[in-house]
């Protein structure tokens, strides 16, 4: 599923803060919380946007696929085996994301390799893997699992029922012998139990009758009861519920990688403001899973999801070895967990054409295990999307790297400036805009003048739909 992030609504906001406001954001930085930038942009003042957006979309995967999108209306024409999406509408408003699912037509091929080399330079491949992992007799072990559930402000309403709607999904899920305990966070925490509980018929019953009793309010502070979670299930599972709207993702993020042993993190995102950044994050360094939950879409798919990935049978420990071909820089460079049934990538860079082997390694239930995949490499192929598929993927792992490791952020902030400018693909630190240079008399000879752009409110939730229009934050200059 392809998600392209909305332009418009705001974030969670800050508290308790001694720093003056000195920009158009809603609320004031907060120490406590660690968000310095609340009054700068991450919490815009709302109103009446006179912008849209539109889409014009090409998908081509080298085989027919199907395209849908749950968040909007969109008109999608076969050409010649590639799929043209637009919107339905001539124009979206900035007040979602926009998200479409693109599925294969028919059998998925249990493996295969797309490659993009222009000229004589190095090329760029991707390789998908679907693993068939169960084998008769193999049962899942016992696990622990631990549900974080957002009850902050901005889940009021649709969010929060459609989040305990999913939490009740979840408990239904676990099996005799595994152990679980919830925990809903706002601007404290709420615990369904100090510890750990056995999964039972009166445990279950419990925590639904604990769930009907939560409400919305407060502010969105994820970062100690995600630590206590981790730290109550070192080697479990975390199922994070959640609109993901906060201001602090890389010390989350930071807390939670050292506070883990083998945890994984399981992601469900709510709602049609979801801020995408830290679920993703949590979710590919733990080895977890991340789902998004739009209006449109059913809360049971997803659930099912993400529990068929967290309980599923898995090669960890993966090893990737390439014979017969020469490639580098592989994304990600420690390859991810294979799951049964779940689509595995990895994409990298060749530096000629060939035709070799890739020879997969791993653990499975404590056993060795090995797959051999046939890859051809080919001379020349026009699928620039492979390249920036690897870009994308190679900034999202260094992106994360120098969070965790911030004596590496300055090397890393350059490496991904240079794939994002080289490449076309946004990061945390570039951005892509029109600029537009006047000559003549077209040019103005006093200060530029600041002028206040709206932003749409996050579509659906009621918290932003009843304050009142105000002027936006985003700044333009002539």
């Known amino acids: 599923m392809w998600t392209i992030p909305n332009a418009g609504g705001a974030a969670g906001g800050a508290s308790r803060a001694r720093r003056r406001a000195t920009a158009q954001g809603t609320a004031r930085p907060s120490r406590r919380i660690k968000v310095p930038d609340a009054t700068t942009g991450s919490t815009p003042k709302i109103g009446d946007a006179r912008y849209g957006l539109t889409v014009d979309l090409v998908v081509d995967l080298g085989r027919a696929v199907s395209v849908d999108s749950p968040s909007h209306a969109v008109v999608v024409t076969d050409e010649n085996g590639r799929a043209r999406v637009r919107f339905a509408a001539p124009s979206a ?3 979602r994301d926009v998200v479409l699912r693109v599925r294969a037509a028919g059998q998925e091929p249990l493996a295969s390799i797309a490659t993009h080399r222009d000229g004589a330079g190095e090329g760029f491949f ?8 169960m084998t008769e007799g193999r049962r899942a072990k016992p696990q622990e699992v631990v549900f974080v559930i957002d009850t902050s402000g901005s889940m009021s309403g649709d969010p929060l029922e459609r ?3 999913a939490l009740r999904l979840c408990l239904r899920q676990l099996r005799e012998g595994d152990r679980f305990n ?5 601007t404290g925490q709420r615990w369904f139990q100090k510890a750990m509980v056995p999964f039972t018929q009166k445990t279950l019953e419990a925590a639904d009758q604990w769930a009907a009793r939560l409400d919305a309010n407060g502010g969105t502070e994820i ?4 630590v206590k979670a981790v730290e109550q299930a070192p080697d479990g599972v975390i199922v994070l519920l ?9 010390a989350v993020l930071n807390a939670v990688m050292k506070a883990r042993r083998t945890a994984r993190v399981c992601t469900l995102g709510i709602g049609t403001n979801v801020s995408d950044a830290l679920l993703r994050s949590l979710a590919r360094n733990t080895r977890g899973r991340v789902e998004f939950i739009h209006p449109t879409e059913r809360v049971d798919d997803a659930v099912v999801g993400v529990f068929a990935n967290a309980m599923a049978p898995r090669v960890t420990d993966v090893t990737v070895r390439f014979e017969g071909v020469s490639v580098s820089e592989l994304a990600p460079a420690t390859p991810a967990d294979l799951v049964d049934g779940e689509g595995w990538s990895l994409a990298g860079r060749y530096a000629s054409a060939g035709v070799g082997r890739a020879v997969l ?10 797959m051999v995949v046939p890859v051809s490499f080919a001379e020349r192929s026009a699928r620039p999307a492979v390249a920036k598929l690897w870009a994308r993927a190679r900034i999202a792992e260094m992106s994360d790297e120098g969070v965790v490791d911030p004596r590496r952020a300055e090397g890393v902030k350059r490496r991904v400036i240079a794939l994002s400018t080289e490449h076309g693909v946004v990061s945390r630190y570039t951005s892509f805009v029109l600029v537009e240079t006047r000559e003549g ?4 000879n006093a200060m530029p003048e600041t002028r206040v752009v709206p932003v749409y409110p996050a579509a659906g939730q009621p918290m932003m739909d009843a304050m009142p229009a105000q002027r936006g934050f985003a700044r333009r200059s002539w």
């Open 361 to 370: 390694r791993g653990t499975l239930d404590g056993e060795q295990w090995a």
């Open 242 to 250: 959640t609109d993901g709207e906060v201001g602090n993702e890389d």
């Open 441 to 444: 008399d077209r040019r103005m």
């Open 163 to 165: 989040a305990v709607t």
């Open 93 to 95: 408003r900035l007040d």
């Open 126 to 133: 991707c390789l998908d893997v679907l693993p068939d992992l």
């Open 182 to 186: 919830v925990v809903a966070f706002s």
């Open 223 to 226: 970062l100690a009861p995600m």
